[in-house]
């Protein structure tokens, strides 16, 4: 499904970066997710199993990189995240990797 379609049918749309796995997997594990009322739409280059109620699709590197070429774009609708560790991306993750945030507290800001 294309990114513009995504924007008008679902409240959040995530795009992880080939370099979060670890991160994406307590995303998907998680009970803030599982219990969430938003529409849901991920984009991963991992392959991780969601719950049946998130929409996910598996892309390539190249559509990937596609992704983070348009995000500029799209990031004003703040519907649209990209989840790496580049910091260009936020900051959310360095609050995490220095232990001020738990990945629950990442999570939970990134859907509410």
């Not at 679902?10 to 991160?23: E, G, Q, R, S």
């Not at 307590?26 to 998130?54: D, G, M």
């Not at 993750?93 to 945030?101: E, T």
């Amino acid at each position: 499904m294309e990114l513009q379609d995504c924007l008008e049918r679902y409240d959040c749309i995530f795009a992880f970066c080939n370099n979060t796995k670890l991160f994406e997997s307590s995303f998907a594990q998680s009970s803030i997710l599982n219990n969430t009322k938003k529409r849901v739409w991920i984009y991963s280059c991992n392959k991780i199993l969601y719950p049946e109620q998130i929409s996910h699709v598996c892309i390539s590197p190249e559509e990937e990189k596609i992704l983070l070429e348009i995000y500029r774009t799209y990031e004003f609708s703040d519907r649209f995240h990209v989840v790496g560790s580049n910091a260009m991306y936020g900051s959310l993750f360095h609050y995490m990797d220095i232990g001020v945030l738990s990945a629950e507290e990442v999570i939970k800001a990134l859907l509410y």
